[in-house]
């Protein structure tokens, strides 16, 4: 499971009621935690209740699957055979590639369809303006016409929480900046707050960030490397994993130019 996905499932579930409204157009009540069977290996991410006894079910999808489709048509008989009753469905794609997933099965007498909403399409001014901090971090993932000010904006409401709600909101925001590129922009306001760069310098808030950053860049390095001159060799593995994710990005830049791994690799 994707760190981004559960963050976003905590989010949700804890206070971002304006952004479960604009998703699925009504109040969720009640989430249930209930267990469905694995549909391709992965479990329903969210299972709701509306007052009027409506189930809704919100499914997180960070990359194009074009068994979508046939994912969430498993999941609709799942639901089913567990309450008797067929839920809402909505997937929420917050990728950063253009979306291109079918919304529909369609056979001899037999018609399926979900709902697909690009997380861009909320209102991030109106997330923004919300009271509820879960809210303002998930605006972060909409179309922000100032990313700074917003970035600016949010850490500052961060500082005014309780120590245990700070590093959990800080966490949050850290990880769903990944999926925008915003990592640096968040860490730049986070060390003009004392109180936050505390967290963000605690052994282990820091060194997961850290991690997290170094792990994405040796990911998409790797993938331009591969599409470049093929595999990816043992030692060229090594040399990456070792890297600063600074660095990474840096090689990123310059894979394209490069005449040869060993070249790029300076082996």
Not at 151 to 163: A, C, N, R
Request: hydrophobic content about 45%.
């Amino acid at each position: 499971m994707h760190e981004y996905d559960t963050t976003l499932k905590l989010l949700l579930q804890r206070s971002a009621e304006l952004a479960v409204r604009e998703l699925t157009g009504t109040a969720v009540v009640k989430w249930l935690n209930v267990e469905l069977p694995e549909i391709g290996g992965r479990r329903a991410d969210l299972l709701g209740e509306t007052s009027d006894h409506i189930l809704i079910q919100i499914e997180l999808q960070s990359q194009n699957d074009n068994r979508m489709a046939l994912r969430m048509a498993e999941y609709c008989l799942a639901v089913y055979r567990l309450f008797r009753r067929f839920p809402q469905q909505i997937v929420v794609y917050v990728g950063e590639n253009p979306l291109r997933m079918q919304t529909e099965l369609v056979g001899p007498k037999l018609s399926f369809q979900y709902e697909l909403i690009d997380i861009r399409e909320l209102d991030a001014m109106g997330l923004m303006k919300s009271s509820q901090i879960s809210d303002n971090i998930i605006a972060i993932l909409a179309r922000l016409r100032d990313e700074k000010g917003a970035v600016h904006e949010i850490v500052g409401k961060l500082s005014g929480l309780e120590s245990d709600a700070r590093e959990f909101y800080l966490r949050a925001l850290l990880v769903l900046a990944g999926l925008r590129g915003l990592e640096e922009i968040v860490e730049e306001e986070v060390r003009n707050v004392p109180v936050l760069n505390e967290i963000l310098e605690h052994k282990v808030l820091g060194r997961e960030f850290k991690r997290g950053r170094q792990e994405e860049a040796v990911i998409m390095l790797r993938r331009l490397i591969e599409a470049r001159f093929g595999s990816v060799p043992a030692w060229a593995e090594e040399h990456l994993v070792n890297r600063p994710a600074a660095e990474l990005e840096e090689l990123g830049v310059r894979v394209l130019k490069a005449q040869s791994l060993e070249a790029l690799l300076k082996k």
